[in-house]
Structure formats: C-alpha cells, structure tokens
C-alpha cells in the first residue's frame, strides 16, 4: 500500500524557517518525481516544486524561489522541503504527493502558520 | 505561472451531467497532453480522477471522463450522485517545466 506521511509543520514567526518531511512507503521511491502542493486556508491549490527521481533536477514556482528549496534521500525513502524567510502568504497545508504531472497519490497533509 | 481559468461554481441534479472547464494557454493545456483533474471534499487530500487529458485511474467511476480542445481542457460528470459535490481542480505543465493549477470550481449536487 503507498503510503506519504508528512510532518514538520508547526507555528513560526514571520522570517523564520521550517523543514517538511515526507516519509513514504509501499513504491519504489528512488524511481519516481515526487512533488509538494500547498494549499491557503479556504483557497485553492498551488503547485510548490518537484524534483526529479534522483535529485538532477528541481523546479519551484516563482514565488518560493530562492526561500525554498526541495530536495529527498532515496536511501531514507524521504522527500523534503526546507523553507526559509517565511513569510504570512506562506500560511498553508503542505501535501507531499508521488510523480510530477500525474499527482496520484497524496499525504494527509502538514500545516504550516507564519504568524507573528 | 498564472493560474488556469476554471469557472468559480457549477451545480446540477442527481441524474444529469455537468461539465467544468479549465482554460489556459498554447504554453500550458494547449501545449502538452499532461492535464489531470482533482477532486476535493472539504477536509480532505485532493484525490486524482483523470490524468494525461482523458485517462480513468483505475477505481475512479467511469461516470468521469476529460477532454481537450485547444487551449481548454474539460471534465465530465455524468449521472450526478450526491458524493460528487466537491471542489475540483485542473492541473497542467507548463512550458517552463513547471506545473500550474486551476482555481477550483465549486460543485453543488442539488
């Protein structure tokens, strides 16, 4: 069964800085993109960045470039999302979901909350 | 990375069809055959219902189809059921290697 399981969201203040972690099971996960999605409260979702299967190559939407960075370790089975100078807009569940133009399969999601 | 165009809300009676459309660019949908559709219920992760265009992810009611035509891709809901009422959601790559949403339209099953 595939399974992503996210953690590391929480509270933090405005400039501040949060690691996502996304553990996965049940696929062979060095094989694969993998993708985060965030979602605002009570909005729509956001395409946040992806990564290829073995790390070679990254994209992230403009507006997290230079604050985010995703990156993953095949031998931990594990995705992630280092996010930096957060900002209030950055306020959103974070989904960790498996390829990058077919998301078919996705977490329960983390919540993160910039907030002075 | 504009997001695509989706109607804000769509309703209809048990029984009918529906259709939400998801219009973007020559550089987005009308570029490429990667064009998936999501479907939300309040609280909950966003669950795929087609991809590449016109695909039905095994388990997904075919009761679900997509197309495309030029830069505006389209889903169908036929024979409306109360567990259809949900947000739903168009996604496509782009020419940047980026991907981009739609704005979500709202489903009312009335």
């Known amino acids: 069964e595939v399974q992503l399981v996210e953690s590391g969201g929480g509270l933090v203040q405005p400039g501040g800085s949060l690691r996502l972690s996304c553990a996965v099971s049940?696929?062979?996960?060095?094989?694969?993109?993998m993708t985060w999605v965030r979602q605002a409260p009570g909005k729509g979702l956001e395409w946040v960045a992806n990564?290829?299967?073995?790390?070679?190559?990254?994209y992230h939407v403009d507006s997290v470039k230079g604050r985010f960075t995703i990156s993953r370790d095949n031998a931990k089975n594990s995705l992630f999302l280092q996010m930096n100078s957060l900002r209030v807009e950055d306020t959103a569940v974070y989904y960790c979901t498996r390829r990058a133009w077919t998301l078919d399969y996705w977490g329960q999601g983390t919540l993160v909350t910039v907030s002075s | 990375q504009s997001a695509l165009t989706q109607s804000a809300s769509v309703s209809g009676s048990p029984g009918q069809s529906i259709t939400i459309s998801c219009t973007g660019t020559?550089?987005?949908?009308?570029?490429?055959?990667?064009v998936s559709w999501y479907q939300q219920h309040p609280g909950k992760a966003p669950k795929i219902v087609i991809y590449?265009?016109?695909n039905r992810p095994s388990g997904v009611s075919n009761r679900f189809s997509g197309s495309k035509s030029g830069n505006t891709a389209s889903l169908t809901i036929s024979g409306l059921q109360a567990e259809d009422e949900a947000d739903y959601y168009c996604?496509?790559?782009?020419?940047?290697?980026?991907?981009?949403f739609g704005g979500g339209t709202k489903l009312t099953v009335l």
């Open positions: 990564i290829k299967h073995d790390g070679s190559e990254k």
């Open positions: 996604f496509s790559y782009t020419s940047s290697n980026t991907l981009v």
């Open positions: 020559s550089s987005d949908v009308g570029g490429y055959n990667y």
């Open positions: 590449e265009v016109s």
């Open positions: 049940g696929f062979t996960f060095s094989s694969l993109w």
